[in-house]
């Protein structure tokens, strides 16, 4: 069934929220917000993921180095790699793996 989903612009910046947008047999997407100065902290992928930052800044903290991702840039990582993300601002972003 065909449908409009307003999941994302709907997710609001209160800490850390996760919502699970879409999950099959091939890949998931998870949409994101981070409250700015809140951190998700360490977790794994189970599989390669792609991140794409729909609003807000971020700093993702990976293999001993910080990347920082502005508004619509996107950041590729792979499966079982510890990593972290803190909020620079409020930020939303979608992770497909």
């Given at each position: 069934m065909l449908s409009i989903?307003?999941?994302?612009a709907s997710q609001e910046f209160d800490q850390l929220q996760l919502k699970k947008l879409l999950k099959n047999n091939?890949?998931?997407?998870?949409s994101i917000s981070l409250e700015q100065g809140h951190i998700f902290p360490?977790?794994?992928?189970?599989?390669d993921a792609v991140l794409?930052?729909?609003?807000?800044e971020i700093e993702f903290h990976i293999l001993g180095e910080?990347?920082?991702?502005?508004k619509?840039?996107?950041?590729?990582?792979?499966?079982?790699t510890v990593?972290?993300?803190?909020?620079?601002?409020d930020s939303k972003f979608i992770i497909i793996r």
């Amino acid at each position: 069934m065909l449908s409009i989903n307003n999941t994302i612009a709907s997710q609001e910046f209160d800490q850390l929220q996760l919502k699970k947008l879409l999950k099959n047999n091939s890949f998931e997407i998870l949409s994101i917000s981070l409250e700015q100065g809140h951190i998700f902290p360490e977790h794994v992928s189970p599989t390669d993921a792609v991140l794409v930052l729909l609003e807000g800044e971020i700093e993702f903290h990976i293999l001993g180095e910080k990347y920082i991702l502005q508004k619509l840039q996107i950041f590729d990582f792979p499966a079982k790699t510890v990593h972290k993300v803190s909020a620079r601002k409020d930020s939303k972003f979608i992770i497909i793996r």
